[in-house]
């Protein structure tokens, strides 16, 4: 069959459909839509729902936020910059572009930092995972100096880093004069037909309020209540200031029209030719990701690249706390798959992907890593690591434990970073301290369960009920011999780096508190008794 032959729809079988629905169910989310494109061909489809309220059907044309699958949009941007100005190379230091914002700890991290280590995270720079910045790009680039670098070893080791992301987008921002999305529109969206693409949520609503058709429609964010056994709608967060790093919102049609472009280059594609070699070649070897890669796996700026039964395969996931999608493509195939869901389920699309990059390569169904029993296990890991945690971060606890050197309630109150934000502590209980971090990733509750002496436990769940996030913390108590100061390890694996919250007031009121201390105010009709 030549490539230029219709060739029936991937899409169009009861056998994909039963295990779409199955993954569904089985893990946890509401609807998802996919797209599959073999050479000049492309299909999608919807499945389940976008809206667990209103019952609204995924289609192709659903709208999705698409978390860092936006770093290939911002890394492909800056191809374009290197071709096109004379001041950009992917090995300028990125402070020399943005001199007056891009500073952090160390002079030598400051200066010397480029380009290329941003796009590639091999920066040195930590991840920072609980700290995704506020509403201005600008201020939060600002704010890197304020994070502390610990062990800093730029080119030595992978780790991966938003900042490092926003970063870049300051800097095309900078060189362009224009928002990003706004380049990302002229560069590559307009040029593609890509309508249904935005760097932000706010203009997505905006596109879907003016179409007539109902299938353009933005997904809801939703989460699984295990407790519950439920879904939990969320409402959209503030993206503003994620930028180039994950603030994307689009369609499947959109997407695999972008990845239809990376896999025909030759017809009039928006990268150079040496700007496509420049973002999907290795720069860094990562970790392991996944056990069906063969080989080394590496990262190029703003993709994955690995082996998967001998064939090359380029791919970049992406999410937010409500919402995941992934993008992945064989290149010498000219073969890739698309996939958004309206939940943070991510083993949703490793079903469902990994199902049609089987069937085309005709995957022997032993080979087949089977997804559901695979996720089944990890999260009984992820329980069972949980639930170990205090052991392996304290591991030498003294018997009897010391004792904290205040009543617990003298603990309680607000603990500001200049960057993380205030954690404010309510009450105490059970030798515990309950308090949140309000902020983009919200952690609420934020628990210190007292360990020994000034050292404490943190506990919060980074996404409910699947992902948490246990770390050491500790109290520094001041010469007033009252609380001065909390630090808590928030990089795992880092003890080098704390992030440290000064007490702002000395106690915030409880509710029973601040319940008791209000008046009495008799609603209209009736009597106050």
């Keep these: 069959m030549s490539e230029t032959e219709d060739k029936k729809s991937p899409l169009d079988s009861s056998k994909l459909d039963e295990l779409v629905a199955s993954a569904l169910e089985e893990l946890n989310a509401p609807g998802a839509a996919l797209a599959v494109i073999d050479g000049d061909q492309v299909w999608a489809k919807g499945y389940g729902v976008s809206n667990i309220e209103t019952g609204d059907k995924v289609t192709p044309k659903t709208m999705f936020l698409a978390g860092s699958t936006a770093k290939s949009f911002t890394a492909a941007v800056t191809s374009l910059l290197v071709d096109e100005d004379p001041a950009v190379d992917w090995n300028t230091p990125v402070h020399k572009l943005i001199p007056d914002d891009f500073v952090l700890e160390d002079d030598y991290a400051t200066t010397h930092i480029t380009i290329a280590d941003c796009l590639s995270h091999r920066s040195g720079f930590s991840g920072h995972r609980t700290d995704l910045g506020g509403p201005s790009l600008k201020q939060n680039i600002r704010n890197l100096r304020h994070l502390p670098l610990g062990d800093f070893q730029p080119r030595t080791t992978w780790e991966y880093s938003n900042h490092m992301f926003q970063a870049v987008s300051h800097v095309i921002e900078t060189v362009t004069g224009k928002p990003l999305g706004e380049v990302m529109g002229e560069k590559i969206w307009k040029p593609l037909g890509m309508d249904s693409t935005f760097l932000s949520i706010e203009d997505a609503l905006a596109y879907e309020a003016k179409q007539a058709d ?193 009543p617990l309630d003298d603990y309680v109150g607000s603990y500001k970073h200049p960057v993380y934000g205030t954690i404010t502590f309510r009450e105490q209980k059970d030798s515990e301290l309950i308090g949140s971090l309000p902020g983009r990733v919200n952690l609420d509750p934020f628990i210190l369960e007292h360990i020994t002496g000034e050292h404490f436990l943190a506990k919060v769940d980074l996404i409910r009920g699947i992902m948490t996030l246990n770390t050491r913390a500790r109290f520094e108590i001041d010469a007033s011999g009252k609380p001065a100061k909390l630090g808590v390890e928030f990089e795992d694996g880092k003890p080098d780096i704390v992030i440290w919250f000064a007490l702002q007031e000395k106690k915030a009121e409880t509710v029973e508190e601040k319940e008791k201390a209000a008046p009495v105010v008799p609603k209209p009709g009736v009597a106050a008794v």
Excluded at 214 to 235: G, S, T
């Design 214 to 406: 109902p299938e353009v429609q933005l997904a809801k964010l939703h989460v699984w209540e295990p407790d519950a056994k439920k879904f939990k709608q969320l409402p959209f967060w503030d993206d503003r200031g994620i930028s180039g790093a994950g603030a994307i919102v689009s369609s499947v049609t959109d997407y695999a029209k972008w990845i239809k472009a990376l896999i025909k280059q030759e017809d009039k594609a928006p990268l150079s030719a040496a700007g496509y070699a420049a973002i999907t070649s290795p720069h860094m070897v990562s970790p392991p990701i996944s056990p069906r890669f063969t080989g080394p796996i590496s990262y190029g700026y703003g993709w994955w690249i690995a082996v998967y039964r001998g064939e090359k395969v380029i791919f970049h996931p992406g999410g937010v706390v409500g919402g995941v999608a992934n993008m992945i493509f064989l290149p010498d195939r000219k073969f890739g798959v698309v996939g958004m869901c309206c939940a943070p389920a991510n083993a949703v699309l490793d079903v469902s992907l990994w199902h049609l990059i089987d069937e085309f390569l005709d995957t022997p169904a032993e080979k087949r890593i089977d997804v559901f029993t695979q996720t089944k296990q990890t999260r009984e890991m992820m329980k069972a690591h949980t639930a170990g945690e205090k052991d392996r971060l304290y591991p030498s606890v003294p018997t009897p434990k010391i004792p904290h050197s205040l």
